[in-house]
Nanobody, 116 residues
């Protein structure tokens, strides 16, 4: 069955870095666009950035431009989110999303907490 399993979240101090991973299985990963979303407490889910099946990237959240980078390894069926210069406002549950046409898959999310 389809699975998206996020990992790499945790507690980090402001200014620190984390790399999130999302391991995919059960579908043809290389043909899907992949995205990272996040949802902070009391807020709507927000699209952070996306990467096409061929590696083109788009950052949608202005607040992370220059700090967060999405990448993928099709050989490993994994998408990554490198997060640098983390701020307390980056605290959220981060979700991995796979998209192809009208098909959408979601991971269960991983908590990122930025706090001193």
């Amino acid at each position: 069955q389809v699975q998206l399993v996020e990992s790499g979240g945790g507690l980090v101090q402001p200014g620190g870095s984390l790399r999130l991973s999302c391991a995919a299985s059960g579908f043809t990963f290389s043909t899907y666009a992949m995205s990272w979303y996040r949802q902070a407490p009391g807020k709507e889910r927000e699209l952070v950035n996306s990467i096409t099946s061929t590696g083109g990237t788009t950052t949608y959240a202005d607040s992370v431009k220059g700090r967060f980078t999405i990448s993928r390894d099709n050989a490993k069926n994994t998408v990554y989110l490198q997060m640098n210069s983390l701020k307390p406002e980056d605290t959220a549950v981060y979700y991995c999303n796979a998209r192809s046409g009208y098909v959408r898959y979601w991971g269960q999310g991983t908590q990122v907490t930025v706090s001193s």
